[in-house]
T-cell receptor
Framework: NAGVTQTPKFRILKIGQSMTLQCTQDMNHNYMYWYRQDPGMGLKLIYY???????DKGEVPNGYNVSRSTTEDFPLRLELAAPSQTSVYFCASSYSDTDTQYFGPGTRLTVL | GQNIDQPTEMTATEGAIVQINCTYQTSGFNGLFWYQQHAGEAPTFLSY????GLEEKGRFSSFLSRSKGYSYLLLKELQMKDSASYLCAVRDGDYKLSFGAGTTVTVRA
């Protein structure tokens, strides 16, 4: 089991560019989550999904979009990158909402 | 919104004990988690409490008091590899996780 994998590990974007952060899990987990982590702040939930075809907003969804076409994959899309989106992004998954969440290695994104 | 507080930094000596406190105010409660996060890495699960009391897992123990909105993580026989950030996270009434900002523990020889 690879667990939760994320690509890329690092990326630098220019303001206004778009990109997709990839997240895949091989644990057959129903629930998947995207968080961002900024220095000195707790992880903030961006979007989550309770199963294929179902997504919902978290605490800080503005500027992001997600889709969940398969159980395994949960990509996060940034359409018009802004400096405020410079952060470390973590994807996580769990079997259900009452189970422990397991995190991927993260993507460090810088928007200049 | 949710409010989760924990100290920013703690320093201790190798072999010693450190206690990291976490207080919380959330809309509903469905469990409290502690995660360990080494610099530049992903958070990894350490412990889970949903009922009052102490949960022990080797050198790590976690305590919960729901009536006081309080938890602590106890790290015993500290080792250099325990230098990391420790994140307190509370699962609220909607089963969402809210995280504290983390406590950076530095272990000195």
């Amino acid at each position: 089991n690879a667990g939760v994998t994320q690509t890329p590990k690092f990326r630098i974007l220019k303001i206004g560019q778009s990109m997709t952060l990839q997240c895949t899990q091989d644990m057959n987990h129903n629930y998947m989550y995207w968080y961002r982590q900024d220095p000195g702040m707790g992880l903030k939930l961006i979007y989550y999904s309770v199963g294929a075809g179902i997504t919902d907003k978290g605490e800080v969804p503005n500027g992001y979009n997600v889709s969940r076409s398969t159980t395994e994959d949960f990509p996060l899309r940034l359409e018009l990158a802004a400096p405020s989106q410079t952060s470390v992004y973590f994807c996580a998954s769990s079997y259900s909402d009452t189970d422990t969440q397991y995190f991927g290695p993260g993507t460090r994104l810088t928007v200049l | 919104g949710q409010n989760i507080d924990q100290p920013t930094e703690m320093t201790a000596t190798e072999g010693a004990i450190v206690q990291i406190n976490c207080t919380y105010q959330t809309s509903g409660f469905n469990g409290l988690f502690w995660y360990q996060q080494h610099a530049g890495e992903a958070p990894t699960f350490l412990s889970y409490n949903v009922l009052d009391g102490l949960e022990e897992k080797g050198r790590f123990s976690s305590f919960l008091s729901r009536s006081k909105g309080y938890s602590y993580l106890l790290l015993k026989e500290l080792q250099m590899k325990d230098s990391a950030s420790y994140l307190c996270a509370v699962r609220d009434g909607d089963y969402k996780l809210s995280f504290g900002a983390g406590t950076t523990v530095t272990v000195r020889a």
